[in-house]
Antibody, heavy 117, light 110 residues
């Protein structure tokens, strides 16, 4: 059973960089032809796709966030990561990592990141 | 960017009743790349339907999806207590503008 777990700071100051890591267990991140994705959800609102990475390192990002987003993968640690720069209060959300290119069958539990000084 | 609209915003029903949820796209969703997810409070979304009408692994057959082009429907034939949740549709046919989600329909207990 594949499991994903997000980790990282729960509080980030405005203009700084949000950094999160997703650790995959129950299987190798590089086995199978899977993409690994980040999705976020502001409190009480809907879901927003952030971007995805293939284990080769190939990435795709939401055009609305592309200038600020970097997703990377570390296959030796079975992890992939998200960096979102120049954050504002509008980036406050629950951030989920998930398995899939565009359909997500396994999700992390989500981690709340608050942007505030 | 494909914009998805869901209706109604909230659906108040009793257990055992039939639920019909609508998802409309601003432009045609290619190859019926339309999915439905269920989300309960404090939990991650769960994939229910993909390809507009295929049930994901382990999803009960009371959940069914239909539609094509710009109009899609999720039907829950007989609501069970555990089905009261928020349901999101998602298009994944075009990454231009992102794989967008609808705003959600909340199914709550009448």
């Amino acid at each position: 059973q594949v499991q994903l777990q997000e980790s990282g700071p729960g509080l980030v100051k405005p203009s700084q960089t949000l950094s999160l890591t997703c650790t995959v267990s129950g299987g190798s991140i590089s086995s199978g032809s899977y993409y690994w994705s980040w999705i976020r959800q502001p409190a009480g609102k809907g879901l927003e796709w952030i971007g995805r990475i293939y284990t080769s390192g190939s990435t795709n990002y939401n055009p609305s966030l592309k200038s600020r987003v970097t997703i990377s993968v570390d296959t030796s640690k079975n992890q992939f990561s998200l960096k979102l720069s120049s954050v504002t209060a509008a980036d406050t959300a629950v951030y989920y990592c998930a398995r899939g290119a565009a359909l997500y069958d396994y999700w992390g539990q989500g981690t709340l990141v608050t942007v505030s000084s | 960017e494909i914009v998805l609209t869901q209706s109604p915003g909230t659906l108040s029903l009793s257990p055992g009743e039939r639920a019909t949820l609508s998802c409309r796209a601003s432009q045609s969703v290619s190859s019926s790349y339309l999915a439905w997810y269920q989300q309960k409070p404090g939990q991650a979304p769960r994939l229910l339907i993909y390809g507009a009408s295929s049930r994901a692994t382990g999803i009960p057959d009371r959940f069914s999806g239909s539609g094509s082009g710009t109009d899609f429907t999720l039907t829950i034939s007989r609501l069970e207590p555990e089905d009261f949740a928020v349901y999101y549709c998602q298009q994944y046919g075009s990454s231009h503008g992102g794989f967008t989600f609808g705003p959600g329909t909340k199914v709550d207990i009448k």
